[in-house]
């Protein structure tokens, strides 16, 4: 008799191997929603589990309950007239692939498959463009913030800071980029835009 074939999900639990029936119960390995570990466990654990794999792991914040907050906000600040983001993002043409927007699951497993972590945050790697697995990445609010279209600097100018900076003052240089003197002596000594290759 074939067995139905598990959803992806199940409670928020990434299905990860189907190991079939030991001990007369479906028996597989899950992803935690919470701690991201994997697990050996039954899919009726699974299905009365709704918080985390231990009661440990339970008792922390975050989870697929902050996933679906995050997925939420995205379709909102792209499709929601009332969203105090939607006229930025519409008149952008910043929109949702109909993937994640019409199937939650899709958006989890990719996710979690992607480095999903509690304390990061969902960011578009290219501003201009809209959300979609090969432009979406989870960073921490410090590369997000460099990342903002409001942001005043980007990769490229902080190397041309990096380089001005050999020949010039800083105060000099804070000026043609509309920047306080504190930030280029921050990104020179190295204390701000770490992620910028130094070897110019």
């Known amino acids: 008799m074939l067995r139905k074939k598990l959803p992806p999900f199940i409670n928020g639990f990434m299905i990860i191997e189907d190991l079939g029936i030991l001990n007369k119960r479906r028996s597989i390995i899950a992803k935690c929603k919470k701690c991201l570990?994997?697990?050996?466990?039954?899919?009726?654990?699974?299905?009365?589990?709704?918080?985390?794999?231990?009661?440990?792991?339970?008792?922390?914040?975050?989870?697929?309950?902050?996933?679906?907050?995050?997925?939420?906000?995205?379709?909102?600040?792209?499709?929601?007239?009332?969203?105090?983001?939607?006229?930025?993002?519409?008149?952008?043409?910043?929109?949702?692939?109909?993937?994640?927007?019409?199937?939650?699951?899709?958006?989890?497993?990719?996710?979690?498959?992607?480095?999903?972590?509690?304390?990061?945050?969902?960011?578009?790697?290219d501003n201009s463009k809209g959300y979609f697995p090969e432009n979406c990445r989870w960073s921490d609010k410090k590369i997000q913030s460099q990342n903002s279209s409001q942001a005043k600097l980007t990769i490229e100018k902080v190397k041309e800071i990096l380089i001005l900076c050999k020949t010039m003052q800083q105060k000099e240089v804070a000026k043609i980029f509309n920047v306080c003197p504190a930030t280029i002596n921050g990104i020179v000594k190295n204390l701000r835009w770490k992620n910028v290759d130094r070897n110019l």
């Open 37 to 125: 570990r994997l697990f050996k466990t039954t899919k009726d654990h699974v299905i009365r589990n709704k918080i985390g794999c231990t009661r440990k792991c339970a008792s922390n914040k975050g989870g697929t309950k902050r996933l679906c907050k995050i997925r939420e906000s995205m379709i909102a600040r792209c499709n929601n007239k009332q969203h105090v983001s939607f006229l930025n993002y519409s008149s952008n043409n910043i929109k949702v692939c109909d993937e994640w927007l019409t199937n939650s699951s899709s958006f989890y497993t990719w996710a979690l498959s992607n480095g999903y972590r509690d304390d990061l945050t969902l960011d578009r790697i």
